[in-house]
């Protein structure tokens, strides 16, 4: 009975490749269904000493924004549904968006644990001004992360593992 971490977000905000870099890439590349080359989406976690399962949520995205929007509200209720802790994966590059605060105060709301990672920090240093706008998420400190480099996934782990 491992507790479960759900990774959720918009679409390219970096849910997939945060995902990979915490299952550690051998585990990360292909489901082996015949015929189906998908990533695979569900994956194993150990961080000092304790192991959870962490799922990625994404999937095929879709392009228009109202569709996303449903998309993201019906992730985020599983996740609200079935996770014991859940990570928002938001984006520096792109700032905060209506669509996370849509989503965040779903989060809110449902009282689970929540971490708020922007991802794309990809300087080491003085967060960028936008990293500021996501505490007015209401989530707690947002953790600056990225994902491609590696930086900050331990903080992310930390926060998330502290509250099983
Ligand atoms: P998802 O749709 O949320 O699963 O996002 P993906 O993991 O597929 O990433 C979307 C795009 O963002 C890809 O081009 C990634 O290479 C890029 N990306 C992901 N993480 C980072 C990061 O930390 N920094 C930068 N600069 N790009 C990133
Ligand atoms: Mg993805």
Redesign the pocket.
Known sequence: NKPVIAVV??????????FNKLIGQRLSIVDDTPGVTRDRIYGEVEWCGKTAFIV?T?GI?PKSDDIILVQMRRQAQLAIDTANVIIL?TDC?SGMVATDMDVAQMLQKSGKPVVLCV??C?TLGEPSPEFYEFYNLGLGDPIE?????GYGTGDLLDKAFSSF
């Open positions: 977000g918009r679409p390219n905000v970096g849910k997939s490749t945060l990625d994404g995205e994966v590059k991802n794309k990809d992360v990225s994902a491609v480099h």
